[in-house]
């Protein structure tokens, strides 16, 4: 139904507590006189951990949660992602298992919500199967490299927009239509050394041109913010009007990197914003928190330089480049 807000996770016990302080900051920013339907597609989530996601959901007045068994038979064949867990691959059966909806918004686990994300839902995708919003470190089809081994399965331009599939509004019946589902699994079945984001890669191959580029402060992606101290200029983004405020103007923040932000001694972006929602979210009693925080605190402490150095590192690298492409061309 239009008039409810659909929201569809997909997790398995790996990342209970990032799925936690994502729905509670979906619910948290979500308005009291509007109903929100939100689904768990469970790949291995603990009871213990469905209960706690069952009680988060009654904090609002309107939202109702369902946790789906995912059949997980036609993934069990593919190998293992190279840099997530299994759990990654169950966004590609979600459409399927939810077919009786029309329209879904998918999230991942790593996300933090900062809006009502029912101004999302209802985002126009003018006929297309989905809405996504372009990947920042690789934003067309040539700059993600791996598509050029395989132009004879993959046939999109190569200033084709290429998407971050970490949040996605769904067009059910199109997905379905169109078979994305058993067509993104031959992909990484016949071609998994090629590719690099496993589910990803395999999604933007198969969709071709029909996915609608969403504004990127709906998928703000900070694996980009680490390298580029949040100033980056994203003058490649498709329709950006914005580049210098992405993660300023930022709807969903996307910790697409690792380690992730509720893990200890995380020392990226947003640490504190993220660390205020764990504490309100109740995932942790006052005493756990505490010493949680403590924990996290001397992790922190002794990462931080470390971090620090790597992104410096790639600051004087990315400043250098041109400087060595001179040198280089005035000695030849």
């Known amino acids: 139904m239009m008039n409810t807000t659909t929201v569809a996770f997909a997790a398995d016990e790996q990342v209970a507590p990032?799925?936690?302080?994502?729905?509670?900051s979906v619910l948290y920013h979500a308005s009291p006189d509007h109903a929100y339907q939100i689904?768990?597609?469970?790949?291995?989530?603990?009871?213990?951990?469905?209960?706690r996601l069952q009680a988060l959901t009654e904090m609002h007045p309107l939202a109702t949660l369902s946790i789906i068994t995912a059949a997980t038979h036609r993934l069990d064949a593919?190998?293992?992602?190279?840099?997530?867990?299994?759990?990654?691959?169950?966004?590609?059966?979600?459409?399927?298992?939810?077919?009786?909806?029309?329209?879904i918004l998918y999230l991942d686990a790593d996300v933090l919500v900062l809006a009502d994300v029912r101004n999302l839902f209802h985002v126009p995708l003018?006929?297309?199967?989905?809405?996504?919003?372009?990947?920042?470190?690789?934003?067309?089809?040539?700059?993600s490299r791996r598509f050029t081994q395989l132009s004879d399965v993959v046939t999109r331009s190569p200033t084709a927009p290429y998407f971050n599939s970490g949040?996605?509004?769904?067009?059910?019946?199109?997905?379905?239509?169109?078979?994305?589902?058993?067509?993104?699994?031959?992909?990484?079945?016949?071609?998994?050394?090629?590719?690099?984001?496993?589910?990803?890669?395999?999604?933007?191959?198969?969709?071709?041109?029909?996915?609608?580029?969403l504004d990127p402060v709906w998928n703000a992606q900070l694996h980009c913010a680490i390298e580029s101290t949040k100033t980056?200029?994203?003058?490649?983004?498709?329709?950006?009007?914005?580049p210098q405020n992405i993660f300023h103007d930022a709807q969903i923040l996307h910790f697409n990197h690792t380690p992730k932000p509720w893990h200890v001694g995380y020392a990226g972006p947003y640490r504190r914003r993220y660390l205020r929602y764990l504490q309100m979210s109740g995932w942790y009693t006052p005493a756990q928190y505490r010493r949680?925080?403590?924990s996290n605190w001397l992790t922190y402490l002794y990462t931080k330089p470390l971090h620090?150095?790597?992104?410096?590192?790639?600051?004087?690298?990315?400043?250098?480049?041109?400087?060595?492409?001179?040198?280089?061309s005035t000695i030849s």
């Open 18 to 24: 990032g799925l936690y302080v994502a729905l509670y």
């Open 39 to 51: 689904y768990v597609l469970d790949g291995g989530l603990q009871v213990g951990t469905r209960h």
């Open 78 to 103: 593919l190998k293992a992602p190279r840099h997530v867990g299994r759990a990654a691959y169950l966004l590609l059966i979600l459409p399927e298992a939810l077919s009786s909806c029309e329209r």
């Open 126 to 143: 003018h006929g297309a199967i989905a809405g996504a919003v372009q990947n920042f470190s690789a934003p067309t089809m040539a700059e």
């Open 167 to 213: 949040m996605m509004v769904i067009d059910v019946e199109r997905w379905i239509e169109a078979d994305i589902t058993a067509r993104a699994i031959d992909l990484l079945t016949d071609h998994f050394e090629e590719l690099t984001v496993d589910d990803q890669d395999a999604l933007n191959g198969v969709m071709g041109d029909a996915c609608t580029v």
């Open 232 to 242: 980056v200029c994203y003058d490649t983004l498709k329709g950006n009007s914005r």
């Open 292 to 294: 949680y925080l403590t």
């Open 308 to 328: 620090d150095a790597r992104r410096c590192r790639a600051a004087l690298g990315r400043i250098s480049r041109p400087i060595r492409k001179r040198l280089q």
